[in-house]
């Protein structure tokens, strides 16, 4: 009797077994915390839910409250995944110890190992230059050649910067701190300073709308600011100069994620990790603000590789965090405000 059980009942066993991952997987959340804009990550979410079953709820703010918030939370966070922009910030919060290291073969694959922690504590998902933007107007591109010749004498009252508050800043300061050493750089800041055509801006778009106004010449600005303006004017006489082509390359600076360290689904914040670094999120994830897939084997849109192919910086981005306060103090010698 015995063995006749066992034998019936061992395939039902089996089959009620196969059917337990789907039951778990039903009502399976995970919770993000993110500085990126809903519209930027909704979608994402949505497809991710669609694939895998699993529901995404997210929380948005600027990255400074959101990490106030995690470290303040403690053991209660909800936040399984913490989101964000710039490497300066992914650093911040790695070094607040509000985010857990992993062991990812698959990010290792999907992300180059200079746009990810070397402590497996974040990744990046997306790739952003910050170029030099010039009027066709008024300027050859024959006449631009890197960051530090912005410093030159003949970008004197033509020069327009966004303030050194915006991380962005500080993270593309704090690499040429790592290159050009730390005298050398505060020169460079020192010049553009003197350079400048105007108070520094609060954002990359009023920089460019003051280019546009005939206020300056030249600027620095990340490249998906450019895309949105040149989506809204087509004929913008506004045009990219990748910098530094015969050294380093351009800075370059991510969007990324890492799990957080007390949150509740630590696997589920892995995977939604991981699915965002792959092939079937990659163009979607770098598309929605027109940046730069982080994966290589993924394809940048036809926009975005309109603006032409460069040379990028291949430091490691955590360089950003790394010399984040003594670039602050730089520039704050500098007199770049
Ligand atoms: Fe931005």
Redesign the pocket.
């Known amino acids: 009797m015995r063995t006749i059980a066992s034998h019936f009942l061992k395939p039902i066993l089996l089959i009620l077994l196969s059917l337990f991952p789907m039951v778990s997987a039903f009502g399976e959340e995970v919770w993000v915390y993110s500085s990126r804009k809903e519209h930027l990550i909704k979608p994402l979410f949505d497809q991710y839910k669609m694939e895998t079953g699993v529901s995404v709820r997210y929380v948005t703010d600027k990255a400074p409250p959101l990490m106030a918030r995690i470290k303040a939370e403690g053991r209660n966070t909800r936040a399984d995944l913490f989101m964000t ?1 710039d490497a300066g910030n992914l650093w911040q919060a790695g070094n607040m110890g509000i985010l857990q290291p992993i062991t990812s073969p698959i990010l290792d694959k999907n992300v180059p190992s200079h746009l990810r922690d070397s402590e497996g504590r974040w990744a990046g998902l997306s790739i952003r230059a910050r170029a030099i933007v010039y009027s066709t107007k008024r300027v050859a591109p024959s006449e631009l050649k890197s960051y530090e010749s912005l410093a030159d004498d003949k970008w004197k009252g033509r020069l327009c910067l966004r303030t050194s508050k915006k991380v ?1 800043n500080q993270s593309l300061v704090a690499v040429m701190m790592e290159h050009l050493g730390a005298e050398k750089t505060e020169e460079t800041i020192s010049a553009w300073v003197k350079n400048l055509a105007t108070p520094v801006f609060s954002n990359d778009t009023k920089l460019m709308e003051a280019i546009l106004a005939g206020q300056c010449d030249v600027g620095i600005v ?1 490249t ?2 450019f895309g949105r303006l040149q989506k809204e004017q087509p004929d913008l006489p506004l045009a990219i100069f990748w910098p530094n082509q015969a050294d380093r390359g351009v800075h370059v600076n991510i969007s990324g994620a890492g799990v957080t360290r007390y949150g509740k689904h630590p696997q589920a914040a892995q995977k939604l990790l991981e699915w965002l670094s792959s092939p079937s999120a990659q163009s979607t994830f770098a598309s929605l603000n027109m940046e730069y897939p982080v994966n290589p084997a993924v394809k940048k849109s036809k926009e975005v590789a309109a603006w032409g192919e460069f040379k990028a910086d291949v430091i490691n981005v955590d360089v950003a965090g790394r010399n984040q306060a003594r670039a602050i103090m730089l520039m704050d010698r500098a007199k770049y405000h």
């Open positions: 922009v962005y990340n998906y600011y």
